[in-house]
């Protein structure tokens, strides 16, 4: 007859990889659908590597990200201006507000409002710390934001579809990271609601009709998201963001 030492020994070796089999279930389950594995997005600028100098940001700005909303810069680009020119200037006047801007405009930003920028090529250019809040000149509880901005006017004309994919994937491997369900995602005139048409109407179509949303879908499954564009709105920008030239170049054609 085995002794009640070993059985109970034997008993814990028969149990043991039971129990951690529970224990990677229960691990899986508590992550959201599809979004364990996602990785970073190509095509991915870290802060040190295009230069960032921010300023030092409060500790009182410190949030807990809980929405990923999308925006615009709401100025034209065209094709023959430098992203990295672009973000280092923004940074520099986010510090120069006070003595450039009126108020209420006049605040101090001592780094980039947004926490990611997506340039024209589909580059991704990392902003301020998602441990802070993002800015805004317009009136919404920033605190849970996380601030994803691409370049242009989606106004005046149409984001590229490499700017796009990258928007996607990016808000793919943020609520993986994040562990944020996918209607965590939306737009700056959703949250800023009356007071601003960011990120411009030929970007917000993508939101308003689902598109976006199941573009996400589909790299949260691991899939290459089917993106396209389709035809530009009625009475909407037919141009690309690539194709802009300066007003003077078009002129001299």
């Not at 030092?56 to 700005?61: K, M, S, T, V, W």
Request: hydrophobic content about 40%; glycine content about 8%; overall charge neutral.
């Amino acid at each position: 007859m085995m002794r009640p030492q070993r059985a109970l020994s034997a008993w814990a070796a028969w149990l043991a990889p039971l129990v951690m089999l529970a224990v990677a279930a229960g691990a899986r389950a508590a992550d959201p659908p599809g979004q364990a594995d996602v990785p970073r997005p190509p095509k991915f600028v870290t802060a040190k590597q295009w230069g960032s100098q921010p300023d030092p940001i409060a500790d009182a700005r410190r949030h807990t990200p809980q929405y990923v909303t999308l925006h615009h810069a709401g100025v034209l680009w065209t094709n023959d201006r430098d992203p990295v020119e672009f973000i280092r200037n923004m940074q520099a006047w986010g510090k120069r507000r006070p003595e450039l801007e009126q108020p209420p405009r006049n605040t101090f930003w001592p780094d980039l409002p947004y926490h990611f920028l997506i340039a024209p090529d589909g580059r991704i250019f990392e902003g301020r710390p998602l441990d802070y809040e993002p800015e805004s000149n317009t009136k919404y509880e920033l605190a849970g934001h996380i601030g994803v901005e691409l370049m242009g006017n989606f106004e005046e004309q149409r984001p590229s579809p490499a700017q796009v994919e990258s928007a996607v994937r990016l808000v793919a491997w943020l609520l993986a990271e994040q562990r944020l369900p996918l209607d965590a995602v939306s737009t700056h005139g959703k949250v800023a609601k009356g007071q601003t048409s960011c990120p411009g109407r030929d970007f917000a179509r993508y939101f308003e009709d689902g598109q976006f949303a199941r573009w996400v879908a589909q790299t949260l499954r691991g899939e290459d998201p089917k993106i396209d564009l389709g035809p530009p709105l009625e009475g909407g920008p037919t141009e690309l963001i690539t194709e802009t030239k300066r007003p003077a170049a078009r002129a001299s054609q």
